[in-house]
């Protein structure tokens, strides 16, 4: 499977942006999709994910009640809604699908095992 991630671009705060993660190839509908973000000088950290069934998802505590990720068919496209956006929030963000990792288990997962990475998308937030 290849994953293409679109949509980062820059935004002053306050502002919104939605990312797009299109899954293209040998694609399993099980598993789950997230988004993680790596700002510079800083580790990857996970920012939300989506169980390929659509069904149940799952927030870091930093963007919750801001971001809200969703997807269509059966998870192969995966969006993160962003709102309220902050400086805070400039990072390349990544998509990452693992067909065997739930969305609740994906933030405990360590980033190396999951199974595919997008080439990632850049958001910078002004103050």
């Known amino acids: 499977v290849r994953l293409t991630e679109s949509g980062g671009g820059s935004v002053q705060a306050g502002g919104s942006l939605r990312l797009s993660c299109v899954a293209s190839g040998r694609y399993f509908t099980s598993g789950s999709t997230g988004w993680y973000r790596q700002a510079p000088g800083k580790e990857r950290e996970f920012v939300a994910s989506i169980d390929h069934n659509l069904d149940r998802t799952s927030y870091a505590d930093s963007v919750k009640g801001r971001f809200t990720i969703s997807g269509e068919n059966a998870g192969a496209t995966v969006y993160l809604q962003m709102d309220s956006l902050k400086p805070e929030d400039t990072a390349v963000y990544y998509c990452?699908?693992?067909?065997?990792?739930?969305?609740?288990?994906?933030?405990?997962?360590?980033?190396?095992?999951?199974?595919?990475w997008g080439q990632g998308t850049l958001v910078t937030v002004s103050s």
């Open positions: 990452v699908s693992d067909r065997s990792t739930s969305a609740r288990a994906m933030p405990l997962v360590p980033p190396n095992l999951l199974d595919t």
